[in-house]
């Protein structure tokens, strides 16, 4: 029988966190992405640790003695990780003390846009105070990491997870290929927009999800977070599946994107026109007409529907419709199966590259 018990952890002060930083891991599977809060939040939590204000509780997980031996740490966050890596970035000289800081205890005491390096030089007293200050750490342990995924669901309630971040926490087969694709150079490289709210990752399940379908099914499916959830749980449930297999086909066609795109890429700006992309390639690979899909050809579609926009303007007699559609369809619904499979046939009609993508309906829920 599962069991869950917390408690308060001892010695628990930020001169004690900074000794046994080694030994916290902040970035656990069911974890949100670092690098989020914004500066002012940050000067905010030192103004409050400084200042003795009370915070919210951090919770760690007590790693098992196997856990330990495997990962080499002795704890992993659950939750107050963007307080944590705030109090490490503070004493790191990353960022300094508000321009508007008050030392309430002796308001005399001038420490604006100091750095922490400057007031233990300046302000030793003050810095021993905000070395003292005692962390609220509970102290989680478990037989079952399926309730340290609940219990991090539950703790995020009140700052709602978006759908990657949650589907993050199911783990599974599914999920471990999900965060190996979100890796993959395509990502880290040519993609324009960031994984700070695991973007990367979402992305990855979409084309998971159609790459599944198109095996199994020959078909394409609404990509919505009810149907790539279902997913998501079907290969944790069903062992089966071959979630490997698919991450090997998804990854062989990103290999194929990272030579067509350049770094940063303005083609690649929203998520929702990779697996246009993706598509063009899937059919095009192994072909002649691969060489079709180059980006110079992807930039003059781009430029010709941003020219036929003005065309149609003007007199839409004279407008190519499927490039109205394309651009109309990337601005809605582009979750829809209709929209991703007409999307697609437009691309691969405008570049003259033969079309394998099927039709469209809804996938069975899990």
Known sequence: MSYISTFPKKNSNVLRLLYEKDSVNLSPDYQRNGEIWPLEKRQLLIDSLVNDYDIPKLYFHVLSLEEK????????????????????????????????????????????????????????????????????IICVQTDDLELIDDMFLRLNEAVPLNAAEKR?????????????????????????????????????????????????????YDTKKTFLDSLVNKYKEDKQLNAKSIENRVAEILGELVKIFAEKDPLLRTQSIIPIYYLAVRSAKGTPDIIKLSRPNLLKFKDDIVKNKTIAEEDISK????????????????????????????????????NKVQGTTKPKLH
Do not use: C, W
């Open 168 to 220: 993050n926490a199911i783990r599974g087969p599914l999920v471990a290929s999900i965060k190996r694709l979100a890796g993959h150079n395509f990502f880290k490289t040519n993609v324009n927009f960031t994984n700070k709210r695991f973007q990367h990752l979402e992305v990855a399940i979409r084309l998971l999800f159609i790459e599944h379908y198109l095996i199994k099914e020959n078909n394409i």
């Open 319 to 354: 407008a190519d419709y499927s490039l109205i559609e394309f651009d109309r369809m990337s601005l809605q619904g582009t979750n829809d199966a209709s929209s991703i499979r007409e999307r697609s046939r437009i691309l691969l009609e405008y570049l003259d590259i033969d």
């Open 69 to 136: 031996k495997k990962s080499g740490f002795e704890y992993a966050v659950i939750d107050g990780r963007q307080r944590i890596e705030t109090i490490f970035k503070f004493i790191n000289g990353d960022f300094p003390l508000s321009n508007d800081f008050i030392f309430l205890s002796d308001p005399s005491l001038d420490a604006k846009g100091l750095y922490y390096k400057d007031i233990a030089e300046h302000y030793p007293k003050l810095k021993m105070i905000f070395e003292s200050f005692e962390l609220p």
